[in-house]
């Protein structure tokens, strides 16, 4: 064994040692004394009913266990049901923790939901270029596990979170020319549509106007395996998921941001949400026809930015939690701001971290009503990114280019 071998085998072996501990620690501290997850939760018992006991997780039988088990009761009309709204797939992401009790398999997510934030932080730093220094890697570590959208989701223990993680491995593998297993990859981000329903199609665009056909193929091919896959487990998986799909509406309360931006932070009214609604798709539009234009791929990064913006601002029922993936936008502003102000970078990238941290959570306390986020925690983040990203165009891609930032450096980027 190599000496850079023997060194990644003890690095991996000190992870597992932190994970184990902190799990324990976690469990200790928090989940079994601390009742939540539920987000989490009603997937647990979903699928242990369909690995254990061979139950159709989409059933009512299964629904009404898990409305029990949270509430105690079934769930009145209105009532937030609790029931599995996940294509059958998600359960390839969380099978192992069901074979944990409640309180382990919830301690242990929550920490894998962290140390899947932490990579996702390495892998796109390497992305970008961004040369951080130990100090400012670790405040932009903890920064991005305590901010508002990622800590209120590891607390309730959301899908979203691995599955921004497998997003960010996807570029990775991308960017090593790895296309085969990014087409995979890819696919396993659509656990959870509506937080990558323009980021597929956007990387897809991309690659055909590329000519990766290898990443196309391979990402129809798996997308193809996991659905006729589940007809062979659950025949009705399908139907069921639409079914449960059609009722979300019903008890839930969600709007896109464009539309409480118009509509309850101001009385701009329904005219001005088509008008904004039409200008964010025509900007992502614009950044689409950009990215494949540009012949060294540095715009790429750039209009993957602003693709994530637009698809939380139309998304016609968005949630906080998914903002998780504007920290890839957000990670190219700050690294970006590292390189143009080298001296003053450290102290005003964690001055930003520090108000953006403090100011969302004092948001959120100000506002919750009943446990219950209100319209304007939906508004600020994606509103201040897309328009940074949108006045900066020049300047971030002009960083990114003098960084040597592109899609795919070892293979030559033509013009389609």
Not at 177 to 202: N, Q
């Amino acid at each position: 064994m190599s000496r850079a071998s023997r060194q990644r085998l003890a690095i991996l072996l000190l992870l597992l040692v932190f994970g184990a501990l902190y799990s324990w620690g976690t469990y200790a501290v928090f989940t079994r004394r601390v009742n939540g997850g539920n987000d989490f939760f009603s997937r647990y018992v979903a699928w242990r009913a369909f690995l254990f006991e061979d139950r159709n997780p989409y059933s009512d039988e299964v629904t009404r266990d898990i409305q029990l088990a949270i509430n105690g009761r079934l769930a009145r009309p209105g009532e937030d049901e609790n029931a599995l709204i996940y294509p059958w797939y998600a359960v390839l992401v969380q099978w192992p923790f069901v074979f944990l009790s409640w309180p382990w398999a919830r301690a242990v997510y929550m920490v894998v939901c962290q140390i899947s934030i932490v990579i996702g932080l390495a892998l796109t730093a390497r992305l970008l270029r961004w040369n951080l220094s130990p100090i400012l890697f670790t405040c932009t570590a903890v920064w991005a596990v305590l901010f508002y959208p990622q800590g209120r989701g590891i607390v309730l223990g959301q899908l979203v979170i691995t599955q921004y993680l497998f997003a960010v491995w996807t570029i990775w593998l991308l960017r090593q020319e790895h296309d085969g297993w990014a087409g995979v990859c890819l696919a396993l981000t659509t656990v959870r549509p509506t937080a990558v329903f323009l980021f597929v199609p956007f990387l897809l665009f991309y690659a055909v106007a590329r000519r990766k056909w290898r990443f196309c193929v391979s990402l129809m091919a798996a997308m193809a395996v996991l659905f006729l896959g589940g007809f062979v487990f659950l025949p009705h998986w399908f139907a069921d998921w639409v079914y449960r799909m059609s009722r979300y509406p019903s008890y839930t309360i969600g709007q896109s941001p464009i539309w409480l931006l118009t509509h309850r932070a101001t009385s701009l009214g329904s005219v001005w949400e088509v008008v904004f609604t039409l200008g964010a798709l025509g900007l992502m539009g614009v950044a689409w026809w950009l990215a494949v234009r540009a012949p060294d791929g540095a715009v790429f990064h750039w209009a993957l930015g602003v693709t994530l913006v637009v698809s939380d601002l139309v998304v016609p029922r968005s949630a906080t939690t998914n903002y998780i993936f504007l920290l890839f936008p957000t990670y190219l502003i700050l690294s970006a701001l590292t390189r143009t102000l080298p001296r003053a970078s450290v102290w005003l990238i964690v001055s930003i971290q520090a108000f953006g941290l403090i100011g969302l959570w004092w948001l959120f306390a100000a506002t919750v009503q009943m446990d219950v986020e209100q319209p304007i925690m939906f508004i600020p983040q994606p509103v201040l990114i897309g328009l940074v990203l949108a006045m900066g165009y020049g300047w971030l891609v002009a960083d990114n280019r003098r960084a040597g930032v592109a899609l795919c450096e070892r293979g030559a980027m033509h013009r389609p």
